[in-house]
Nanobody
Framework: QGQLVESGGGVVRPGGSLTLSCAAS????????MGWYRQTPRQERTLIAE????????VLLDDVKGRFSISKDNTKTTVYLQMNSLKPEDTAVYYC????????????WGQGTQVTVSS
């Protein structure tokens, strides 16, 4: 099974920006639709955005449309989540995962990366 490692989280002031990275091992990106999720103590893990194996990005969560974008770099086998105009309600643990295009299965969840938006 492949491995995903999230990074790039931190503490940022409201209105600030962060770029999260998800490094994927092997050929995960070629055979998976990649997604960024977030989870808070009050909300279950929610899919925010995804990019298909052939590079088609979609932002799915209404609360972040126009502020967040997803992209991937196949040469670096990395998926990014660009987060702009951050709000305190964006505070969460952010995870990435890969959904296999043949089986529909997700990989095991990684540690995630904490994003805290606070003044």
């Amino acid at each position: 099974q492949g491995q995903l490692v999230e990074s790039g989280g931190g503490v940022v002031r409201p209105g600030g920006s962060l770029t999260l990275s998800c490094a994927a091992s092997g050929d995960i990106l070629a055979f998976s639709n990649m997604g960024w999720y977030r989870q808070t103590p009050r909300q279950e893990r929610t899919l925010i955005a995804e990019v298909s194996h052939d590079g088609n990005p979609k932002v799915l969560l209404d609360d972040v449309k126009g502020r967040f974008s997803i992209s991937k770099d196949n040469t670096k086998t990395t998926v990014y989540l660009q987060m702009n105009s951050l709000k305190p309600e964006d505070t969460a643990v952010y995870y990435c995962n890969a959904k296999n295009i043949f089986t529909g299965r997700l990989l095991s969840w990684g540690q995630g990366t904490q994003v805290t938006v606070s003044s």
